[in-house]
């Protein structure tokens, strides 16, 4: 199989470079049980989705809005960090990157994700899209077209790494070639994705002067 050549990588953040799937967990079966909701319609649904909308399809009967915040506010407050993790190969492959050449392209709150970046010693990006940064968030396309734009690229010029079904099929509406990690949802759920992977730590990149290969050896193809 040839390699796979972009000229830049744009990341999803929890499930691709941070394991932070206990912590999301944790907090949105608080949520629900304080507004006697069903724990497990959330988990189900909320990869990869921006947080008012996950609210807006399980409650709602609730102000959304209203309700998006106050969750994003327990998040800041209720001492998580501490449970979090990087994915293997995660430190090593952002600090091959140069700056120009990759983004991350989150629905998580902004504050939050950026703390756990903080919290893991893992690099801020120059091009950070949070679900707040846009009008509508994945599965839509936007946040990867604004991650583009930032770098200065076109959008079929760079690969999105994602490990959600919204994510990719926001990656594929923006018109990006996609690598999916089956970190968080099994295969079957991914192949809406060129590639599909075991982790990050599979996937070897190499700067050229042309712009970054990924070999796509230990790639299955969707």
Known sequence: MPNLTCHALIFDLDGVLIDSNDIYEAHWCVWAEERNISCEHILAIHHGRPVEETIAEVAPHLDAHVEAQAYKNGLERGHYLDFVRAYAGAHDLLALLPYDRWAIATSAPRAF??????????PRPRTFVSGE???AGKPQPFPFLRAAWSLKRDIKDCVVVEDAPAGITAAR???????????????????????IVR???????????????????????R
Do not use: Y
Not at 115 to 120: E, F, G, N, Y
Not at 175 to 187: D, F, H, M
């Open 113 to 122: 994700a950026l703390s756990l970046l903080d919290q893991l010693e893992l």
């Open 133 to 135: 940064d846009v009008g």
């Open 173 to 195: 509406r923006a018109g990006a070639r996609v690598i999916a990690l089956s970190t968080t949802n099994p295969r079957e759920r991914l192949r809406e994705a060129d590639f």
């Open 199 to 221: 982790e990050l730590a599979e996937l070897s990149v190499s700067v050229q002067e042309n712009g970054l290969q990924i070999d796509l050896q230990k790639f299955n193809k």
